[in-house]
């Protein structure tokens, strides 16, 4: 079987508002858009910027190193910069994040937030497992566990392999401080990151959506996932 492309093109070596607040109830959407193309995440939802020097809304959300926002290459560039984004359909345009490989796909929120987490993914071929934890670096009591099922390739719009997407999320009791997404990296896109509900916000624009996966096949790959952290963890 030939292998799935990544979510990032790889093109002449190109290597993809509110205030802060304490553990509210409050939804908060993270979509990503007015990061650059391949520009490391960093301090950009944190009071300051990505590593291109772009700087978001101060919602309180650090990211680990791995964490990359990468812009759709159907995506005419103002400044004459290549966008390299494999992907279609994105519930917010025109932008994503994804990881890379490594161990640091880790998102910290210091103040906490409660009640639910919840985001639009895309997957060709490969399965991932997002868990929620109780304190920061994926410390603390696990509070829940999305796992995650391929979607397959459908539409782009009008190019990229990655075009599919499917809401995800979970309820939980208490206060996250951080959320651990696991998977290959460079082969999961997410969009419209939510805190505060089990249901992402809204899409600005019509998504290609895929049946959701049966409960058997969810609960399959959750019974997986407690086992890939519990080995991680000792």
């Known amino acids: 079987m030939p292998m799935p492309m990544p979510i990032r ?54 990211f680990g190193s791995t964490a990359r926002s990468i812009i759709d290459e159907d995506v005419p560039s103002v400044d004459g910069s290549l966008h390299t ?11 994503v994040l994804f990881f890379l490989d490594g161990p640091a796909a880790v998102l910290n929120v210091a103040d906490g937030f409660r009640d639910g987490f919840s985001f639009y993914y895309s997957s060709t071929t490969y399965a991932g497992i ?60 997410f969009d419209n990151v939510t805190f505060g509900s089990a249901t992402p916000g809204a899409p600005l624009s019509p998504i290609q959506t895929v049946a959701e996966p049966s409960t058997l096949a969810l609960l399959g790959l959750g019974l997986l996932a407690a086992g890939v952290w519990a080995r991680r963890r000792t």
């Open 9 to 62: 093109r790889c093109a002449l070596a190109v290597a993809l508002s509110m205030s802060a607040y304490t553990a509210s109830a409050a939804v908060v959407t993270l979509t990503f858009e007015g990061a650059g193309n391949l520009a490391r995440l960093e301090r950009y939802y944190n009071g300051g910027t990505d590593s291109q020097g772009h700087a978001g809304p101060n919602l309180g959300v650090a």
């Open 85 to 95: 984004g494999n992907f279609g359909n994105e519930p917010s345009p025109d932008t």
């Open 130 to 189: 997002v868990s929620v934890f109780a304190q920061s670096d994926a410390g603390g009591s696990l509070l829940g566990t999305i796992a995650l099922s391929p979607l397959g390739v459908g539409q782009g719009d009008p190019t990229g392999s990655y075009n599919r997407w499917l809401a995800a999320g979970l309820s939980f009791e208490g206060v996250a401080r951080s959320v651990a997404f696991g998977g290959t990296g460079d082969r999961i896109a």
